[in-house]
């Protein structure tokens, strides 16, 4: 197994726990805030898609899935475009709703098949290369998926986390 296949493996994992979070479960489920603070399922794995979705496409140097293929208008969500819902307010956090787990789960999967694209066209030389020198140390194109992944597999988990509360209450 070569480094991309490490990725690819590391986005399959995301995919699996993407859908585990949502198995089973309602609209109102995937909507419900445990309190008014909280996160709910739908915005966490809306949120989750949406960096990866800017991430990917961003390095890619394609049009993000979100735009090029009508998901902002199937979501219909009162946001910007570009929003990935890095430092969203409760009301923004609100405004991400869903009318079904399809349109959730449809969303991520075009994402992930965008992915698996993006590692296809790539190879371990690729990884090294700076893309953002911005940090200190400069970003590599290895260092940025593996965040991606990092990011989505916490956020995919705070989702389980709270459809368990959901479920056992």
Known sequence: MDSVDV??????????????????????QLNERVDAQANSIAWLLWHLTRVQDDHVSEVAERAQTWLADGWYDRFGV???????????TNEDVAAVQVRSVRLLTGYYDAVHEQTL????????????????????????LGVRLVSVIADDLQHAGQAAFVRGLLLHR
């Open 78 to 88: 009162d946001l910007p475009h570009a929003d990935t819902g890095f430092g969203h």
């Open 117 to 140: 694209a993006y590692l296809d066209d790539i190879t371990a030389d690729d990884l090294d290369v700076v893309i953002d020198e911005s940090w200190s140390p400069p970003v590599t």
């Open 7 to 28: 990725l690819r493996d590391g986005f399959e994992r995301v995919r699996q726990a993407v859908h585990d979070a949502v198995r089973g479960l309602r609209v109102a």
